[in-house]
């Protein structure tokens, strides 16, 4: 789905239904000068963007990324946030809810918010008048949702998400244990619904990198021995058959492992973190590259390449022009 900045404008985008939302499978797998090349430079600015780490990451990740927004006429701040920042999360293990699963942002990511406070006040200086762009990379994307919920839409018309596990992991699955203690319950319950409207769009990208696998091919631990398809958009999803490939790699039945603990089944596709049905919301327009890896960290611009890279950003860039 690459869009060259030549491409005439997309038409005025319509609210997306259960049942005709848009979706797209975009393929990143391109030749090796096409995956190393430069974006356009151009002279038009178009509104700034704010860019929230995940998980993990620090604002150094993002340098390169800012830079090729930058080439395409796109004014970037990155959110402050250094690894060791992280550990302030553990203040989380003194809340009787996290024990019981029931978590709720604030105190916890007090921090983060603060700094993303403090990117898009600098993005405002930027704007001239224009809304902002967030890409929230991981849980950048929920965080994002959180502050939105915190600190109003007005200075914001595009949410656009990364690799973000968006959903709660389902309740009693066998071995699969809420990793962020009832944040992502709180964010579905009580942050505003997905919506691609003229106003407001949330657009939700997702990578195919590698397909999960089961410990082992009798494993009845997952959700009812089915598999989702995740080839239907969400609320269209069916069962198909659940049998694990007895050619399965070590790699695969690690990756599936933690899919698991994201969606309650290890035998799906997703970019090697997320799975692609936790990336998407019902609601917003939903997107899926193939080939893409979750993290900066460990990719590269050739053979890994990551939602970040310049020939994957081709893809969704055209979000951040209209």
């Known amino acids: 789905m690459a869009v060259a900045l030549s491409s005439p404008p997309l038409p005025p985008p319509s609210p997306p239904s259960s049942r005709s939302r848009c979706r797209f499978r975009c393929s990143s797998t391109l030749s090796q000068s096409d995956s190393i090349s430069s974006p356009p430079i151009t002279s038009t600015t178009y509104r700034p963007a704010v860019i929230l780490p995940g998980l993990g990451n620090n604002t150094n990740d993002y340098q390169k990324l800012a ?50 406070e403090e990117a ?105 021995g089915v598999t989702v398809k995740i080839d239907q958009p969400v609320g269209e999803m069916t069962a198909i058959d659940n049998t694990a490939p007895s050619s399965a790699t070590l790699q695969a039945r690690f990756v599936g492992q933690g899919y698991k603990q994201v969606c309650g089944q290890a035998d799906v596709w997703g970019d090697g973190v997320v799975p692609e049905i936790s990336a998407h919301l019902e609601g917003a327009l939903n997107i899926t590259l193939d080939g893409v890896y979750h993290s900066p960290v460990g990719s590269d611009d050739e053979t890994r390449l990551w939602y970040g890279s310049p020939s994957v950003v081709k893809q969704w860039i055209n979000h951040l022009l209209d």
Do not use: M
């Open 67 to 116: 830079l090729i927004l930058k080439d395409y006429g796109v004014p970037t701040v990155i959110a402050n946030v250094s690894r060791i920042d992280w550990l302030r999360n553990a203040a989380g293990l003194l809340d009787s809810n996290y024990w019981r699963g029931t978590l709720r942002p604030r105190p916890v990511v007090d921090w983060y918010l603060e700094r993303v």
């Open 120 to 224: 898009v006040n600098e993005a405002k200086e930027l704007a001239q008048g224009s809304t902002l762009s967030l890409i929230g990379h991981s849980a950048g994307g929920w965080l994002a949702r959180v502050y939105l919920q915190e600190y109003g839409l007005s200075d914001v018309s595009l949410l656009l998400t990364l690799g973000t596990p968006h959903l709660p992991p389902p309740k009693g699955v066998p071995g699969v244990i809420d990793q962020t203690r009832g944040l992502l319950d709180y964010v579905e319950k009580h942050c505003a619904q997905a919506v691609y409207t003229p106003e407001f769009r949330y657009v939700c990208v997702a990578g195919r990198y590698i397909q999960g696998a089961r410990l082992t091919r009798s494993s009845n631990n997952d959700i009812s």
